[in-house]
C-alpha cells in the first residue's frame, strides 16, 4: 500500500539557534473578586525555517500560571476534571482591575540580534 500525502504538507524543516535569556518575567493579574493570577511565557526553542527570507524565525513556547486566591474564594479541594467535562463547567468572565505584562527579551547567539516577546491576556473566565 503507498501512502499519498499529496495534501499533506510537507514538515518544515528548522535550524536551531541558540539563544540565552536576557528577561524572562512574570505577568500579574489582579481581579476584581480579589484572586492575583501570575502567568509567564518561557521560550523553549527558536528556529529558521529553511529558505525563509533573512530574520525570519520560528519560535515554540511554554506558558504557566498560578492562582492565588483570597481564602473566603477557596473551594475544597477536588479530584481533576476529565478533559471531556471541561467545556460543560458554566464558566463567567471576572473583571481584570489591574494588570502588568512584561516583555521577554532573548539574544540571538550567531547574530547577537534580540528578540521580544510578551504573553498577554484576552480574558479570564
Sequence with gaps: MAFDNSATPPPVELANIDFEVEKEGWNTYELKDGTVIKGRMIVTRIARPKNAPAGQVAMS??????????????GKPAVPIP???????????????????????????????????????KSIE
Design 61 to 74: 513556547s511554554q506558558n504557566i500560571f498560578t492562582t492565588f486566591a483570597p481564602p473566603e474564594k477557596r
Design 83 to 121: 478533559v471531556d467535562q471541561i467545556k460543560k463547567i458554566d464558566k463567567y468572565t471576572v473583571e481584570v482591575i489591574n494588570s502588568n505584562e512584561v516583555w521577554n527579551v532573548y539574544k540571538l547567539l550567531n547574530s547577537g540580534d534580540r528578540i521580544k516577546v510578551k504573553l498577554t491576556v
